[in-house]
């Protein structure tokens, strides 16, 4: 190709730029005008609330805990590629016709739910996707730019925050409006030209004075007016996602889908849309313009602040008051398979733990032994330190062979586990931290865990048998989930007694049989309040009321492990009830 004698620019001369996303803000005959309105910001919370967050945190991230349930992430969908301004020529022909290639569409963002994933720590807080290619000479268009998938944890809530909210991050048109802020009415139309056009070298001026060229600025304008009442009619329903049931392509679900075809692989839900591709000078061309020497650049993607709240996904939920035992009665139920920390204090768990339970049909379930104990953490480390010491494990396995060998036996499913053929129903048990009086009101670990059992098919309240007074203790659980959120308490199903071991007494002869008697009438008076003041209303398919139901109370010990069978026989009624009844709505 030859470059015309009378422009003279370098071989293969294509003018690119960078991408960018036009608003709406007002200079004198370059476009419409709006100006964000500006809204006051609430008070900021005070300095103790403040150093109470950050500690409770803290607190939380603990002993290697990465557990995250809520956080805030802004996103930004991809900017498109400018547009290209060049013209053809060959040998022969040094005037050749516009040549300029369009660019490449920006990435658009969706947001899908895994059930890989269990916490929202590998969820980024700030989120862009890849930008379009630009165009280029020879009539090449720019790449578009692959879309960016957000994968999130079942059961997380996603919610758009409101323009008030001093969380939210500007969009692209708040964030030009603020960059033009102090400049001369001149300058704000040189900037807002300039990241709008793309010219020939050194024809910026004469275009400019061009009626082509301001006809063609006209009809952006327009269609950046068009774009902009589609995204604030969009704007009057904010995003709200409920993201409980794993996405699946529609082919997946079609059984007399066509073979040889590629299948669609699901991508979720649409949250920002990236920006279109600038247009290049060919798109110009008309019989009063034969050699255009402009090009659009590419749009600029969405922005958009999204609210993450993770509602774990369990069938059971464990409710009680610090140092109750729930975390030693989930290793119990797991035969110790679900590693809770336990020990002698209060809030030894500050993160929701889910565990599998998996029951045979003769109502024994994977790990149950009874008498097995369940011993405090502490304790059960100092074992394997004595172990350790003594040498009866040097042929053990270390920690990372004992990673790959259960992946290996994750992927390839293998048959050696001697309760697959027995097991023939399964659900879940969340572990919550401890409910402490006021928690409604977001004291002690507050909302952040009392949100994870919203979900739950059923809720076990759990209590200390030991204590003075356990009936107290349901009290404060149900007044302070019926706080939490209305109806909550209704989800109920069971009493566990727990520590009924202590009740026992050491005594013996006449002094055991006043212990044993002792907590005999303990818990004939925990059953009698949980008769009369702990009955929850029942429902029927409508959701109407139709009665009420007792909750059943069950005197256990998880840290030996004595009756539990009866506790898993019950939960799998609760479940059976609750999944047949959620199927049947």
Known sequence: MRCSSLLRPPRNLAAHAFSARCCMSTVADAGPSSAPALTEKPPRPSEDELRRRRRTEWKRRQNGQTFLDHTVIHVRAGNGGDGCVAFHRELFKPYGPPSGGNGGRGGDVYIMPTPHLTTLSSVPTRIRAQNGGTGQGTWQNGRNAPPLVIKVPLGTIVRELAPDDPRRSKDEYEAEYEALQGLSPQERRAKMREKRWVHYPEYADDNAQREDFKHAERVLFAAERERRRTRRLRAENPIFLDLDKPEEAAEAADPNAPLGHRRAEPMGHLIAQGGAGGLGNPAFLSPTNRSPKWATRGAEGERISLALELKLLADVGLVGMPNAGKSTLLRALTGGRARTEVAGYAFTTLNPIVAVVRVAEDGSFDGYAEGAVHDETHLEEAHERELLDSGALADALTRNQRRALEARDREEELDDDPFAALEAFRFTVADNPGLIERASANVGLGHSFLRSMERSLALVYVVDLSAPAPWD????????????????????????????????????????????????????????FVAEEMRVPVEDAQGMIVGERPLDVVPVSAKYSMNLRKVVRLMRTYVEEAREKKAAS
């Open 473 to 528: 203790e349901l009290r404060v659980l149900r007044d302070e989930l019926e706080e939490y959120k209305p109806g909550m308490s209704a989800k109920a199903r069971m009493v566990v007694a727990n520590k009924a071991d202590l009740l026992a007494g050491t005594g013996t002869g006449q002094e055991g049989a006043e212990e044993i008697a002792e907590a005999k009438a303990k818990l004939a008076r925990l059953e009698a």
